[in-house]
């Protein structure tokens, strides 16, 4: 059973910067893509930021310029610093991998959540 696990989060005030980690521990064949959603109370889930391989980025517009995604292959890590932190950037921002894994199917993946506050 593939597990990602996130660390970072917190709370920083606006215009501040905080970066999250995450990892995909374990036997893996290949990550397809590995990224960032975020949900507030009431809302889905929303892609931040994530990388698909041969694919590129994907980010949303409220976050450009501002988030950068860069991850370690070899690793099976992604972060994603945070810069510019808005009140509204505010939610629980979970880990997102689609992985194939040596024992098991091909899937998506979620980390528990971490959760980020940006005070005004």
């Known amino acids: 059973q593939v597990q990602l696990v996130e660390s970072g989060g917190g709370l920083v005030q606006s215009g501040g910067s905080l970066r999250l980690s995450c990892g995909a521990p374990?036997?893996?064949?290949?990550?397809?893509?590995m990224g960032w959603y975020r949900q507030t109370p009431g809302k889905g889930r929303e892609l931040v930021e994530k990388?698909?391989?041969?694919?590129?980025?994907n980010y949303a517009e409220s976050v450009k310029g501002r988030f950068t995604i860069s991850g370690d292959e070899d690793k099976k890590t992604v972060t994603l610093q945070m810069s510019s932190l808005k009140p509204e950037d505010t939610a629980v921002y979970y880990c997102?991998?689609?992985?194939?894994?040596?024992?098991?199917?091909?899937?998506?993946?979620w980390g528990q959540g971490t959760q980020v506050m940006v005070s005004s």
């Open positions: 990388f698909t391989t041969n694919v590129g980025e």
């Open positions: 997102n991998a689609d992985i194939t894994p040596i024992i098991g199917d091909r899937g998506h993946y």
């Open positions: 374990g036997d893996i064949i290949t990550i397809t893509s």
